[in-house]
């Protein structure tokens, strides 16, 4: 058996590439690809990545375990997890908290190490594929994202720099994964190279599949980005909101984000 983990990055057409994945379950299956989420209703592994995270190890192995047995029932080779937040995790837990790590990169090898421990001993080998933009466009976009919703930042870009700057480190990201896995093992791509393009890329040049044709493709308007201006009215709002009132305003994005979804194909 074979697992290929897609761990990012951020802003680098994950969404679209799992919203394909998941809505092509059934043709990819017929190619012998089995991909893994946690329950019917998501498109990504996230929640996976975010109990390594918090330490909840009892949690990755059963989702391991159970698509390992999931994928030998269904005849397939090999299992697709897809789940960003694989990437910098410990970044990732500094933003919710608005505050630097300082070992981030270390605490990362060793989560690393625990996601390695846990593959079921049925998986032969295990690849890792992430995605890469440039530095700074991945910075802004990362910014605007935060600022726009999840943790909905109030703080400047000087502010926002220093929290993500070990995400920033793409050597050291990504050298922690290869020394774990293998380097051999390890795939890094450029996101500006493939023409935004992740899907064709990913299938083409990661499962090694060349006939797109049977695929069906979804199109999608989420994570749309918004004019610096709003952006900054944005962040000044998110200064003065409550608690409570940004537990709405994700709850409604996230309507809105169904809806669209429902309605793709009108304007």
């Known amino acids: 058996m074979r697992l290929i983990l897609h761990i990012g990055t951020h802003k680098t057409g994950t969404t679209a590439l799992q919203q394909f994945l998941h809505a092509n379950r059934r043709p990819l299956a017929a190619c012998g690809f089995h991909y ?96 890469f933009r440039r530095p700074d466009r991945y910075a802004e976009s990362l910014y605007s994202q935060h600022v726009k919703r999840g943790v909905i930042f109030d703080g400047t870009v000087d502010e926002f720099l220093p929290i993500i700057r070990p995400a920033l480190l793409y050597h050291q990201c990504m050298g922690l994964w290869s020394d774990v ?28 599949i060349a006939d797109l044709t049977h695929f069906s493709r979804v199109h999608t308007q989420a994570n749309e980005r918004v004019g610096r201006d709003l952006l900054e009215f944005k962040r000044l709002i998110n200064k003065t909101a409550k608690f409570n009132e940004r537990d709405i305003e994700r709850t409604i994005l996230r309507l809105v984000d169904e809806k669209m979804e429902l309605r793709k194909t009108e304007p």
Not at 189 to 201: C, L
């Open 36 to 131: 893994a989420t946690p329950r019917r209703g998501l498109r990504d592994a996230n929640c996976v990545a975010n109990a390594l995270n918090v330490g909840d190890s009892r949690a990755v192995r059963a989702f391991l375990t159970k698509h390992v047995a999931l994928a030998r029932r269904c005849g397939t080779h090999t299992i697709l997890v897809s789940a960003e937040n694989f990437y910098a995790m410990s970044v990732l837990s500094s933003m919710q908290r608005k505050q630097v790590c300082v070992n981030a990169v270390e605490r990362d090898r060793a989560l690393t190490e625990t996601l390695q421990s846990l593959i079921p001993e049925g998986v032969a080998t295990c690849e890792i594929v992430c995605y």
């Open 181 to 208: 896995f293998g380097r051999e093992n390890c795939l890094a791509r450029q996101y500006e190279s493939v023409g935004t393009d992740i899907i064709g890329d990913f299938v083409r040049n990661v499962m090694n």
